[in-house]
């Protein structure tokens, strides 16, 4: 049973603490805090030694010359010298053991009873299949592949297959418009687009196909599409340039030998927003990635033999990336994908699926988890969750409410909960409190994983006490960082490593503070970056989408504490003066903008105005406006403003 060390909670000192059962950490892999502390220790003391001993336990072709080369900051090189292969690592290693009948991936269809599950031999075999079509089809080693699929197994196995051949792919999330696809395809210059003829949500049905025809219009480097049949949809194939997967597949043989890839060779582009209009492009490269998640994996999810692991993230996000695909199945772990939402076609879906498949250690977002409160208690209480040993969650902070409620009616009381922080860019978990060492503490996510030296600083570099809190950065490379963004090395410099360049810190854009036991809670964002459901949207993305409507003349996003969300999106949008637009104009907008960006991005609240609040050198005061979409009065400065009147009329227009 979980201990509760305290009851008292208030606002900003949640002082509740949770620590792991007996049983629990007897069988961890870390027991205790002095063995964590212990191996934390010798981490940042000799981080070489550390992550060459955790590399050693993966398959190399050649072994590197030197773990980390730190010659050229912030342009870092791990296990260099080294040659791998993360497709070997994820499925070839385990042929040779008896977990070649296991089950690798096990897929649950968002239509009752489509199910799918696939050993890490027939996982292999196809995936060797699939790389023979690449090839096949003109993919070389170095080519970008982008692909935008719907959660199916075909997807895992496309990503699979391009890491065999070392063809960096970039996957696209299924709920991102043919716009959004343009710029990512082209950024990339990607040759080759995988897809589906469409994926199924809530019981519709999702035309991917399509969007892609009407994004390759204009993506001029691509020369091949693949195919995969799932809703039967019909589509249009184009003669010469796309391909069915089942057709490419049925000839294809099954013997594809993993290419030996130096350690930085690239792995995959997944595209992030930023604070600017323009999507980033995370690189991410072999060696360094393929250790930072499979250990991770490990140790954060204390992956046992028989466990049955679910991360109920879309692969098109990072989480999916690392904790579904790359760092499971680099364990031996078995893996379960399901394809739908929630709560289709009942809100117990997830916990009919722990049930059917006793699944032990599962992974979800906070915004996941408020939407299960919402729903009521009555529904895991349907379905039997006593195979639950670990919970985790990620993406955003997560409120002590969701907390208790997640550790009471899913964990059972009984489940140590991993609150993991980290980032696209950080490729790995970074903070989280090993389950079997440490107390948790709700709200709160903990302390840094082994080799990961995080520090609250402010805008000088100096470190702030326990008291106060500052942006978050961090003060030592680890092996699954970012290697820079895809083709702008310079902008890469500038967003993550210009603010401390003197100190070579990694800034991670977050706000951050330590209680007094070090414990890290991320208070969120600092920069004009959004986080709607555990996804980061970029302000001006939005900004720009909406600006891109004839009837907008200027308009500026901010979010707003949304109950179920976490973050909304407000925007205000000012529009040519004599206009006077109304409620369908509002819904013109929104349409507007899930056609430009995905529905995601879609506006909660859109506020028409005459005009913005802005300084007299022009720049808009999101400041004032974030305050006012929270209802709150303003606190700070507004001694910058240019027209007070702009700021009274839209209080007014709130209390109206
Ligand atoms: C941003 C990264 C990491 C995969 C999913 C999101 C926020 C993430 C937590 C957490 C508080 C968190 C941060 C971070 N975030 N996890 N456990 N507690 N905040 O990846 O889209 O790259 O977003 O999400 O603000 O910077 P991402």
Known sequence: MYIVSTQIEHVLHESRRFAPSEEFSKLARVKSKAEYEAMYKESIDNPEAFWAKAAEELH??????????????????????GQTNLSYNCLDRHLTTWRKNKAAIIWEGEPYGQRQILTY?????????FANVLKALGVSKGDRVAIYMPMIPDLAIAMLACARIGAPHSIIFGGFSAAALVDRINDAGASMVITADGGYRRGAVVELKKAV????????????????QRTHTPVQMVHGRDIWWHEAMENASDVCPAEPLDAEHPLYILYTSGSTGKPKGILHTTGGYMVGTYYTSKYVFDLREEDTYWCTADIGWVTGHSYIVYGILANGATSIMYEGAPNFPTPDRFWQIIERYHVNVFYTAPTAIRAFSRWGDGWPARNDLSSLRLLGTVGEPINPEAWMWYHTHIGGGRCPIVDTWWQTETGAIMITTLPGANETKPGSAG??????KPAIVDEDGKEVDNSHSGLLVVQKPWPAMLRTLYGDDERYDEVYWSKYKKQNWYFTGDGAYQDKNGYYMIIGRIDDVINVSGHRLGTMEIESALVSHPMVAEAAVVGYPHDLKGQGVCAFVSVPVGNTPGEKDKEALREHVAKEIGAIAKPDIIRFTD??????????????LRDIAAGRDTTGDTTTLED????????????A
């Open 60 to 81: 190399w072709f050649k072994k590197w010359d030197r773990v980390l080369n730190d010659d050229k900051p912030p342009f870092y090189k791990w296990f260099e010298g």
């Open 213 to 228: 025809d009407e994004a390759l219009g204009k993506c001029p480097s691509v020369r091949k599409v693949v195919v995969a």
């Open 611 to 624: 005009a913005l609040p802005k300084t007299r050198s022009g720049k808009i005061m999101r400041r004032l």
């Open 644 to 655: 007070f009147t702009v700021l009274a009329k839209l209080r007014e227009d709130q209390e």
């Open 121 to 129: 031999r027939e996982l292999h075999r196809q995936v060797c299949k």
């Open 447 to 452: 302390l840094p994983f082994f080799g990961i």
